[in-house]
């Protein structure tokens, strides 16, 4: 799968919020997401996995160490905090009560492209933390140069 590019969306009173045509389109034969609440970057917000995605990165998961501290943290943070949900008919996905407010979610928010999976931030937040990650660009020509891509 491949997720890219950022949109804004609104929230509605009920807590959907629409997932962007295109990433839709990607979800044609399977419409269950995991949906993480996450701190990124030091900011709160929420990665939503395709199910298969999700189901691929726990079988690496199962191959690791079971009580390698590293895994533990990952496991209590990451999986531990996971929910289930679904894209409903009109194309929106239903963000649990406690994981919008973990990740400060209120009406305006951005979700994200991030390759294998997508992020949803409150717009407020996507926009401080992208000011400063242009600045630190600005700052830094050679911050992308170890990637080796």
């Known amino acids: 799968m491949e997720f890219s590019g950022s949109f804004t969306h609104t929230i509605d009173g009920k807590g959907r919020v629409s997932i962007p045509a295109g990433f839709r389109d990607q979800l044609l034969d399977d419409h269950r997401l995991v949906l993480v609440p996450v701190p990124i970057l030091g900011q709160r917000c929420v990665d939503i996995h395709p199910y298969g995605e999700w189901q691929t990165m726990l079988r690496k998961l199962e191959g690791r160490p079971k009580f390698n501290t590293q895994n533990l943290k990952f496991q209590m943070v990451y999986v531990g905090r996971a929910h289930r949900a679904e894209i409903d008919s009109a194309g929106r996905v239903l963000v649990p009560p406690a994981v919008r407010e973990y990740a400060g979610l209120k009406r305006d928010v951005v ?37 080796d891509l």
């Open 111 to 147: 979700v994200m492209g991030q390759s294998n999976l997508f992020r949803l931030m409150d717009e407020e937040t996507y926009r401080k933390v992208m000011g400063e990650l242009d600045a630190e660009a600005a700052g830094d020509p050679s911050l992308f140069e170890d990637l």
